[in-house]
């Protein structure tokens, strides 16, 4: 046995389930992206010849990311202003490298209930003091006023939100997020916004990315885009917090490859098309959903989700019977094993009743899924 000792942290329960159950030909109804593109789609698609790939020059790029992607990203969503983006592997990178630049030991964070980890991460691992924003406080678009008032109130450092949330669906409209900038921007505080699934919005139109110049807000191509694997994200931020990450970018991931900045750049020049096509077969999928739900009503009950492509339903057995965290894993394990059907257990979200379900996904493949659950279920509740 090898003589390392290494640190162990305990991993997300999110990305723990995955490793663990995520494989070939299962029913995946579980994902909180879209449909992925194959690489012969995005090069028919965002018209990339094979010529421009060859003359790629396989070099260092630069820390901020590459010109051309960062202006392809800035006019979309940053006015263009290209110095004020970063571009990242993932969002992942772009949320640890802007928190841990921007939060100190002893920093009053408001942290959105049941936020996807790596958001409650780093606040926690900074040593931050954390206040919740429950779930229930976001209702009809808006965050209840006395909650805002009293929760982000002088002297908070940061407010960190996911909107639309993921798992849930829940959003704010454009009202209520003037409300929060707002009232961030009052107490001196730093709206940190992720918006992963910001541009596939079902209540209210899609949210502008910067509503106010001092937030910092996260985007990507792994989810809308339909491009997870292309593992790029940026994040858009104040041009002094961006130049303040590079030393800790220098001595982890130094810059993203020229070859993935080109068809990063050319993809989000294509970017109503990539979208448009996913969030139309996610909207199909919610509508089919959304009459499963109500179909299913004595087993299952759900809040519509505002945006994005996935809902978190709660499973009223285990409701009804208080059940602890581990009932929702075993349930999950169970459609897993007897249906071949992926959920992801509420655990990872701090909801021990249900379970994210994501209608992002091929048509086909999410009907079949949820059948498949369907049965599940009425073999359970004719059990009991
Ligand atoms: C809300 C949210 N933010 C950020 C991420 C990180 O995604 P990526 O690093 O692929 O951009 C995810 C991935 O699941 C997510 O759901």
């Not at 990242?88 to 942290?111: C, K, Q, Y």
């Not at 808006?142 to 982000?152: G, H, Q």
Request: proline share 7%; hydrophobic share 45%.
């Amino acid at each position: 046995m090898s003589s390392l000792r290494p640190l162990r942290e305990d991993p997300p329960v999110l990305e723990e389930w995955y490793r663990r159950h995520l494989g070939p030909d299962i029913h995946d109804i579980s994902s909180s992206g879209v449909h992925p593109y194959t690489f012969a789609e995005i090069r028919e698609l965002c018209r990339i010849p094979a010529e421009d790939l060859d003359a790629v020059v396989m070099d260092d790029s630069v820390s901020q990311g590459g010109a051309g992607i960062r202006q392809a990203i800035a006019d979309r969503y940053a006015d263009g202003a290209a110095d004020r983006v970063l571009v990242t592997h993932g969002s992942s990178e772009a949320i640890a490298l802007t928190l841990s630049m921007l939060l100190r030991p002893g920093d009053r964070v408001v942290v959105q209930q049941g936020i996807y980890h790596s958001l409650g991460h780093y606040p926690r691992a900074a040593g931050c003091d954390l206040a919740e924003l429950p779930a229930a406080a976001v209702r009809d678009g808006e965050i209840d006023d006395d909650v805002l008032e009293s929760l982000v109130r002088p002297g908070t450092r940061a407010v960190i939100v996911n909107f639309p949330h993921n798992p849930s669906g829940a959003t704010l409209s454009p009202q209520g997020l003037k409300a929060l900038t707002e009232r961030t921007a009052a107490v001196g505080a730093t709206l940190v916004w992720d918006a992963a699934t910001a541009e596939i919005a079902h209540r209210w139109e899609v949210l502008p990315a910067v509503a106010h110049d001092d937030m910092v807000s996260y985007g990507t191509f792994s989810k809308t885009f339909g491009l997870p694997g292309l593992r790029v994200g940026w994040a858009i931020a104040p041009p002094e917090l961006i130049t303040a990450v590079f030393p800790l970018r220098d001595r982890t991931t130094l810059f993203l490859s020229p070859l993935v900045e080109l068809i990063a750049e050319r993809a989000m020049r294509q970017a109503d098309v990539l979208i448009g096509t996913r969030a139309a077969e996610a909207r199909r999928n919610l509508a089919h959903l959304t009459e499963w739900m109500a179909e299913h009503e004595d087993l299952v009950r759900w809040t519509p989700p505002e945006g994005g492509v996935c809902a978190l339903p709660i499973f009223r057995e285990l409701e009804r019977a208080a059940a602890g965290p581990a009932a929702v894993e075993r349930f999950c394990l169970e459609l897993l094993s007897r249906h071949n059907t992926l959920l992801v257990p509420g655990t990872a979200f701090g909801a021990p009743h249900g379970a994210r379900l994501g209608f992002g996904g091929p048509e086909e493949g999410f009907r079949a899924g949820l059948a498949e659950l369907s049965e599940f279920l009425r073999t359970r509740g004719a059990a009991r």
